[in-house]
């Protein structure tokens, strides 16, 4: 099992630029999540997922958007990046919704 | 203001020397209290959950226990493998999860 993988592991963006952060996982999880990761500061959710086609926002979600067609894959859309979403981004799932998470690698993202 | 803070920031110790990493939370309604290792460039990664109040969690050199504000990782004869940040999470009511910021933990030969 691959768990939980992500791609690209870093993309540079300009002002302004759009890109999809990918997310795939392969235990068949129910429960997935997006958090961003800043220096100094605990991780915040962004999104969540219970189930292919529910998606609901976390504590963080302006600037973002996600979509859940399949059980396995989680994107998370970047409309119009802004500097202050420079950040790792870090995808993750669950077998339900109190048990624990496993995350996938991160994505290194800059925006100048 | 919901919050989980973690103590030390950093801690630097030497192979051998035994000692305790906290986490205090103000948050309520608490459903799960998570301890995950996370390594530079790399996700977290779980080590233990604990449920209530008096419940403790072993595995390897670590230790998890759980009062009902706080939670401890006590680190025995530690390794230089166990140089990481290690992350407390509490898991409240339905999506509320609230991260520390962690304690950097480095053990020197």
């Known amino acids: 099992n691959a768990g939980v993988t992500q791609t690209p592991k870093f993309r540079i963006l300009k002002i302004g630029q759009s890109m999809t952060l990918q997310c795939t996982q392969d235990?068949?999880?129910?429960?997935m999540y997006w958090y961003r990761q800043d220096p100094g500061m605990g991780l915040k959710l962004i999104y969540y997922?219970?189930?292919?086609?529910?998606?609901d926002k976390g504590e963080v979600p302006n600037g973002y958007n996600v979509s859940r067609s399949t059980t396995e894959d989680f994107p998370l859309r970047l409309e119009l990046a802004a500097p202050s979403q420079t950040s790792v981004y870090f995808c993750?799932?669950?077998?339900?919704?109190?048990?624990?998470?496993?995350f996938g690698p991160g994505t290194r993202l800059t925006v100048l | 203001e919901d919050q989980v803070t973690q103590s030390p920031e950093a801690l630097r110790l030497q192979e051998g020397e035994s000692s305790s990493l906290n986490c205090s939370y103000t948050?309520?309604?608490?459903?799960?209290l998570f301890w995950y290792r996370q390594d530079p460039g790399k996700g977290p990664e779980f080590l233990f959950t604990?449920?209530?109040a008096g419940e403790e969690k072993e595995k390897e050199r670590l230790k998890a226990t759980l009062t009902k504000k706080e939670s401890f990782l006590h680190i025995t004869a530690p390794k230089p493998e166990d140089s990481a940040t290690y992350l407390c999470?509490?898991?409240?009511?339905?999506?509320?999860?609230?991260f520390g910021t962690g304690t950097k933990l480095q053990v020197i030969p």
């Open positions: 948050v309520s309604g608490l459903r799960g």
């Open positions: 604990l449920y209530s």
């Open positions: 993750a799932s669950s077998y339900s919704l109190y048990n624990e998470q496993f």
């Open positions: 235990m068949n999880h129910n429960y």
């Open positions: 997922s219970v189930g292919a086609g529910i998606t």
């Open positions: 999470v509490h898991r409240g009511g339905y999506q509320k999860v609230t």
